[in-house]
């Protein structure tokens, strides 16, 4: 089971992000914004890749960072998988 939004494109697209947002019927500059931290993940949107990934709510809202914590979670920081 994929643990972010980037394995699962990783895993089911090659890692190709621009087929991956094709599949999902968004822009692809949109889904590189997201995967880079550059703008987070509309809650609408969330839910929906949610549902069509099988990725939880959580790991497609607040994706992983660098220092193995996940985005957004500034009270507590929580581990990544």
């Known amino acids: 089971m994929p643990h ?11 890692g190709n992000v ?5 599949a999902m019927g968004l822009k692809p500059g949109r889904v590189h914004q997201w995967l880079s931290g550059r703008q987070g993940v ?10 069509l ?3 939880s709510l959580e ?8 220092n193995n914590t996940r985005r957004g979670d500034t009270h507590k920081r929580k581990k990544c998988r």
Do not use: N, W
């Open 53 to 55: 990934t099988g990725l």
């Open 59 to 66: 790991l497609v809202l607040f994706p992983c960072d660098g």
């Open 42 to 51: 509309p809650a609408k949107q969330g839910k929906r890749l949610s549902m």
């Open 4 to 14: 972010s939004l980037m394995s699962y494109i990783k895993e089911k697209y090659s």
């Open 18 to 22: 621009s087929a991956f947002a094709r």
